[in-house]
């Protein structure tokens, strides 16, 4: 399915997130469940051979051959290997984000990436880069491409972060497609009338493309202005007082403190 040029694939009943991560970072239908089943089977008998040249009877191998594929479960979860295969038939490869390799700087810009995929216990989906400045959540899980600002990207990857993904981000020259075309030249999409627009034009479909973190991270930041407001007014509030408290006859002063004085004495 494709929305505002940009193709994304739906996961309905199945557990195929894998082909569809694959298959929206790739912008094009290019992988089905057989063919990667056949590429963690492939691997498999790779490693099946490398466990064999330790023995027939060697521990190893007798573990290895007593247990199920390690490249792919029952429910069609296959590992970051297939993955990794996959992408290289494209010249594309995966690093994990948190490897020593990835700086800091890096880390801090993560714009200057193409894309991400995010993996999570069963769970794979893409984040990817269109030209030079739009970026779309590709959740197979959404039933739509979720618009990410620039502003927002860093904060993403933090977060699913924190839930517990792993994050790996794609390095290589990615396929051109239509939605690189779409959106050349554009620096970032904006929100108008609960439309997603480009340039003071308006998409083909209506979404309000706003995150829950985005939504979050807007309210906390407008706690913090009101907070920072009444301190501010508080502020003016306490120097007015004491200008006036200034301006004031200081034996008209004496008198009221020494007032207060007493009723508080009287209260107590």
Do not use: Y
């Given at each position: 399915m494709t929305h505002f040029g940009v193709y994304h694939e739906v996961q309905k009943d199945d557990l195929?997130?894998?082909?569809?991560?694959?298959?929206?970072?790739?912008?094009q239908d290019f992988f089905t469940p057989v063919e990667l089943m056949k590429i963690a089977k492939e691997l498999d008998e790779l490693e099946r051979q490398r466990m064999l040249e330790g023995g027939q009877e060697s521990v190893d191998y007798l573990k290895f051959i007593s247990q199920e594929s390690i490249n792919v479960d029952e429910s069609g979860n296959f590992s970051v290997t297939v993955i990794m295969k996959a992408l290289e038939i494209f010249n594309l490869n995966l690093m994990r984000w948190d490897n020593?390799?990835?700086?800091?700087?890096?880390?801090?810009?993560?714009?200057?990436?193409?894309?991400?995929?995010?993996?999570?216990?069963?769970?794979?989906?893409?984040?990817?880069?269109?030209s030079e400045k739009i970026w779309f959540n590709l959740n197979s899980l959404f039933k739509k491409p979720e618009y990410?600002?620039?502003?927002?990207?860093?904060?993403?990857?933090?977060?699913?972060q924190m839930e517990g993904y792993s994050i790996f981000v794609v390095r290589g020259v990615l396929p051109d497609c239509k939605a690189d075309?779409?959106?050349?030249?554009?620096?970032?999409?904006?929100?108008?009338?609960?439309?997603?627009?480009?340039?003071?034009?308006?998409?083909?479909?209506?979404?309000?493309?706003?995150?829950?973190?985005?939504?979050?991270?807007?309210?906390?930041?407008?706690?913090?202005?009101?907070?920072?407001?009444?301190?501010?007014?508080?502020?003016?509030?306490n120097q007015n007082?004491?200008?006036?408290?200034?301006?004031?006859?200081?034996?008209?002063l004496e008198a009221i403190n020494l007032s207060l004085m007493d009723n508080f004495e009287n209260k107590n």
């Open positions: 195929l997130c894998a082909v569809h991560c694959l298959n929206s970072l790739l912008q020593p390799k990835i700086t800091q700087n890096m880390k801090n810009n993560p714009t200057k990436e193409k894309a991400f995929i995010c993996h999570f216990k069963s769970h794979w989906f893409s984040i990817r880069r269109f990410v600002s620039e502003t927002f990207l860093s904060l993403l990857l933090n977060q699913l075309r779409e959106f050349k030249g554009v620096n970032k999409l904006t929100k108008r009338n609960g439309f997603l627009t480009k340039d003071g034009q308006q998409l083909k479909r209506k979404d309000t493309f706003t995150t829950n973190m985005e939504k979050a991270i807007q309210e906390s930041l407008l706690d913090l202005q009101n907070e920072k407001q009444n301190q501010n007014q508080n502020q003016n509030q007082q004491n200008q006036q408290n200034e301006n004031m006859d200081p034996e008209l």
